[in-house]
């Protein structure tokens, strides 16, 4: 999710870099991305939160038969997390009929304003709805959860 590197961000702030970041922290969201931040000498300053989400707060259990096609998708960040690329997936798809694509994002008036752009209106299976605190109940109430994103975290 890294781009460009973290080297190569490290390199250009060069040692003026060292003084500014000396007490600062890290977090990598992939076992990847945090070795890549120990590489760099920051082995006692960095943590790993894989995908910035604690699975403990997620009730497997239930919902185990959806009776509902919502795909949930986060989209604050429309083109950098993808959500052109879910939207138009969906949309030649024979399924987009069939399902509902949930577009969290805080941002819902700049979301229909592309999405009606590129399609002339809001296609019928996208729904935007802004944030919600209990993001459990946001992933239990759909069956998959998309995250295209063109780049995360530190990239």
Known sequence: HMVPSIELKYKIIGYSGDIILRNSYYIGVSPAVKK???KLHFNNRTFLLTNGIDIKRLNFEENKTHKN????IFASAYYR???DLAVEAINSCRLRDKVQLILVTHNPVEAQSILEKHYGLVPKFVKIVPPYKNIALLYQNSF???SPSRSEAFG
């Open 36 to 38: 890549e931040l120990e």
């Open 69 to 72: 096609n919502n795909i949930l």
């Open 81 to 83: 997390k993808g959500t």
């Open 144 to 146: 998959v959860f998309l």
